[in-house]
């Protein structure tokens, strides 16, 4: 029975015997592991095992034995802390990989089921979630890639609805007002969410910090909301099929549930959420239950009944294979879902690179970015970009590619409005459903606003590409509020995520290259407000070399033995020119190395890297802190750089505040030559 902590939950009407069944085989493994692990979260899973049978046995569009079934319908368990319930219904309806002794190793070393689900759609897990708020925030993306799929190949191979399980948690976090407003402006119909309302937090219950009323929040973000007893099969169903139906509007489905179902004397309370049972609760819920079966063992006719529910989707997946090998259009649709980038996109940057060679322009970086841009999108369709509310600013929107609207999914581009958070966790669910590769820009200094989501995309090795502009005090007068002087280093610091900081036109279409080439890790790049001299020409040189692939290159070697070396990225690569022929003229040999990607550079042989940094002493020049320069200076090296934060002025005058200065460089090379 419920306790007293659960007593406004109205009494759970009789149900089908075998829907009961089925959902006690997800309460008895999600105990039994987390008994097994000693940690783990068993309240979830045991609160929402009837809306996940009624969901994946009515509704859900899937087949286990092909579980990359392109227009399969996307289950996203945004409360990633109750991951064994994606985990047991992985097992139970017959994903090949996520087997009963993979079930018995979970949060253990080098298995399937970590603590909280990690992208594999081989066990049925379409993205990373336990940061709460990410997943839930994925789903706009998922929902909105469809959209945009299905108006580009319409709804003969694009035609399946995405489906999120969210908690209290989830709905707490920032994050998930900015999507869930975000989705309710686009209209995404397909969007389902089940939210567990359990009332219960870490804490205790959810009237401590929480008491908004979430329905109708959601309506004003123009939401289809019910609320149901999210113990009755009839009930969920019947809210499912009304969801359904309201095809206009994203749907919330309020579940009032019991944390821990089963559990006579935890159920309700805190007490389940993120602890095992304990061995006496797990038996007296097992009696509860009316389940006797030993640890880990699912009784043969409910197994059979979870399989023939994974058996359900494979007649759907085939008649959608046989309208795939008949659509004119199959080619493209499977290069577009491979990732796979046309070669006339490398072609049209190669030209580029030519044309910026040549003419030798003088811009900010984040016009050379709006300039590759202008060259990509005309032949790289599933490239879908936005902005933050900088639009004029991040140079992001092409002319002639028009924007997404709540009409049209047809356009190129998306105003995500003043939601950077939102923005950043869209794309990767953009990214991980295939067939789009997102970019979004805001200013750089709001990459902190982005932060969780960059990481979670650099964690699960998507091609997302997330444009910085405005990247140090050459943002001038807008004061230090809004200049990033530890970005580089914050950033720079997430492993497996591309931070390039290109010099001119030429090194960002290269970078521009290497974000569309890497297609199992994010770019991120940094631009600048400030227009920067092209010094890529190489005397005219058409450039189709990509010298950013290493990461970092001679980019103007000394005339005689090298007797320093400047090092530097972006907008002061051309203070490091200045000071090289400063010197040259003083007799002091340097050469200048341009790193535009760190991360790309450490990557390469050891004797490259020598070749490039060389032996002699190095300064290094970049407007932003000293922090991960050590690594390349050695003892001997210098920084010239920032130390603190910004201030309010005209660039030009802040770059002589704080030093940053081709008079200085030559000052601290000669200082280290000459000491």
Known sequence: MPTAAASAMPATPATDPMHQKMANAIRALSMDAVEQAKSGHPGMPMGMADVATVLWSQFLRFDPENPAWPDRDRFILS?????????ALGYLTGYKKMTLEEIKKFRQLGSLTPGHPEHDVAIGAETTTGPLGQGFSNSVGFALAERILNARFGNELVDHRTFVMASDGDLMEGISHEAASLAGHLKLGRLIVFYDDNKISIDGSTNLSFTEDVQARFRAYGWHVQAVDGHDPAAIASATHAALAATDKPSLIACRTIIGFGAPKKQGTKDCHGSPLGAEEVAAARQQLGWSSPAFVVPDDILNAWRKTGARGKTEAQAWQKRHD????????????????????????????????????????RQSSGAALEVLLPVVPELIGGSADLTPSNNTQVKNF?????????????HFGVREHAMAAAM?????HGGIIPYGGTFMQFADYCRPAIRLAALMHQRVVFVMTHDSIGLGEDGPTHQPVEHLAALRAIPNLLVFRPCDGVETAECWELALKNKNRPSLLALSRQGLPTVRSRDGKTCPENLSACGGYVLAESTGTRQITLMATGSEIALALEAQAQLQKDGIAAAVVSMPCWE???????EYRASVLGT???VAVEAGIRQGWEHYLGDKGAFVGMSSFGASAPAEQLYKHFGITTENVVKVAKKIVSP
Do not use: W
Not at 331 to 345: I, Q, Y
Not at 402 to 414: A, D, L, R, V
Not at 600 to 606: D, H, I, K, P, V
């Open 402 to 414: 028009g924007p997404i609207t709540p009409t049209n999914y047809g356009g190129h581009y998306i």
């Open 616 to 618: 002699a002493p190095r």
């Open 79 to 87: 409360a990633g802390h109750g991951s064994m319930l994606l985990y």
């Open 428 to 432: 990767n669910g953009m990214a991980l």
């Open 600 to 606: 790309l550079f450490e990557e390469q042989s050891a």
């Open 326 to 365: 008949a659509a004119k259009n199959k080619a493209e649709f499977d290069r577009t879902m491979s990732g796979d980038v046309t070669p006339e996109a490398f072609t049209a940057l190669t030209q580029l690179k030519q044309k910026v060679a040549a003419e030798k322009p003088k811009h900010a970086t």
